[in-house]
């Protein structure tokens, strides 16, 4: 598995995953009718400091993850990352390898630490990465999240020192 900065050609192996994870309601706070365009310009802004990543193996790609400053000025010394392991790819390290990768990539690109806004709490196997990799929950804002099963649930908001 490579893991390297996601160039435009990425794009249309990274759009189908994509949407059919925001469509199934379960992870991610994005509307779950999200366009292509809108997915597009949301995923792969590569403008410094902000990157757009992929994890291939030949011209599969296995996940992807964005990252940049999570907020801007006097708050820009903390990152943010978001992720997506494609179907049929989950339980292979994907995730950990993605996780690993931007962990070392804000690090020396100066960010203090990481953090990460909205990770659904019944979203049990990216807990449990995060927590390995030494987040720490830091609050969970109650039924912060429509899930299409399971109703409102928490929200997580997990942090790390770099």
């Known amino acids: 598995m490579e893991i390297r900065d996601a160039v435009p050609g990425d794009w249309p192996r990274i759009w189908p995953f994509l949407r059919d ?39 599969t790609v296995l996940g992807t993850a964005k990252m940049g400053p999570n907020h801007r000025g006097p708050a820009a010394h903390i990152a943010n990352a978001s992720f997506m392991v494609a179907p049929g790819h989950g339980g292979k390290g994907v995730g950990r390898a993605l996780g690993e ?47 299409a099963t399971k109703g409102y649930v928490g929200l997580h908001i997990m942090f790390r020192r770099l």
């Open 21 to 59: 994870i925001v469509r199934a309601g379960e992870t991610y706070t994005w509307p779950r009718d999200e366009t292509e365009e809108n997915a597009r310009q949301i995923w792969m802004t590569a403008t410094p400091p902000n990157r757009a990543i992929v994890a291939v193996e030949g011209d």
């Open 101 to 147: 990768y931007v962990l070392d990539q804000a690090r020396a690109d100066g960010f203090r630490a990481m953090q990460f806004n909205a990770v659904v709490e019944t979203n049990t196997v990216a807990v449990k990465l995060w927590r390995s990799l030494g987040f720490e929950i830091i609050a969970t804002l109650p039924e912060g999240f429509l899930h």
